[in-house]
């Protein structure tokens, strides 16, 4: 149906900078909203930010002013800035979609971003 594939991902010292990317395949016309979600270690998977078609935005509260979602439709793909990142940061990064409806979720296997000097 969708195939969600994260990359840009890696290790980073506090302060510095990574961009992650997310390409969707399939069936993309299904989609409607996409977003980044995060697991850090004995962590539940909480919310990073979301964007809709109509590329409005959500962020976790505490991403906010740090990281930046956008998207390209023609592309099929959404995008995470992640600026002045914080050990706290380290986790696997995970792509979402939303399709049709909100029942119908897809997910991507995760990136590692690590923060840490």
């Known amino acids: 149906q969708v195939q969600l594939v994260e990359s840009g991902g890696g290790l980073v010292q506090p302060g510095g900078t990574l961009r992650l990317s997310c390409a969707a395949s399939g069936n993309v016309f299904t989609i409607k909203t996409m977003g980044w979600y995060r697991q850090a270690p004995g962590k539940q998977r909480e919310l990073v930010a979301h964007?809709?078609?109509?590329?409005?935005?959500q962020y976790g509260d505490s991403v906010k002013g740090r990281f930046t979602i956008s998207r390209d439709s023609a592309k099929n793909a959404v995008y995470l800035q992640m600026n002045r990142l914080d050990p706290e940061d380290t986790a696997v990064y995970y792509c979402n979609a939303v399709g049709r409806t909100s029942e119908l979720l897809y997910w991507g296997r995760g990136t590692q971003v690590n923060v840490s000097s």
């Open positions: 964007i809709t078609s109509d590329n409005e935005t």
